[in-house]
């Protein structure tokens, strides 16, 4: 009986204990060959707009900050590219700022103004931005017709490329 027990006690254990191991690497919002989810945007009206409703379409989603400046760069470098190249592709700009009217002056000061331009009120407190995990870094995300990404993180010369 003692043997029993002295078998049974790290048998136990070692199967309680292999069950806390986590045997995949922690998510980071989403990732090419997955569908993008059907988020809520807000126009600078106040208007609604779903993400699904550019279905049909390939779309740039690009998210950004007018604080930060990497994000604001490519923001200006993807739009500037895909309305100078003549492309098809939407291109949908997501502001993470709490101030409309910094969004709309950044706008006009990088000539932007007439883009599909969205923000979230929430800034990094929203929803969006957490589910995309954003605190890692800004992103943009490249979809295809069917909603599915096809690349993050896209440059000018990755769409010259990839279209």
Known sequence: MKYLSFCLLPLISFMLSSGLVKTALPSSGYHPGEA??????????????YLH????????????A???????ANNVQLCN???????????VSVSFDKNKNVVERTLMLD???????????GGTDS??????????????Y??????VIIAMNITPEDLKTIL
């Open 111 to 121: 000539k932007l103004e007439s883009i599909t331009q969205f923000y979230e009120l």
């Open 142 to 147: 490249l979809i295809d017709e069917n909603g």
């Open 36 to 49: 993008i989810p059907n988020i809520a945007l807000t126009d600078l009206e106040g208007n609604w707009r």
């Open 81 to 91: 590219y895909l309305q100078q190249s003549g492309s098809d592709v939407e291109f």
């Open 66 to 72: 007018t604080y930060h400046a990497q994000s604001r």
């Open 53 to 64: 409703d550019y279905k049909g379409k390939k779309v740039v989603v690009n998210f950004w």
């Open 127 to 140: 929803k969006i931005y957490k589910d995309f995990k954003l605190n890692e870094m800004f992103r943009n």
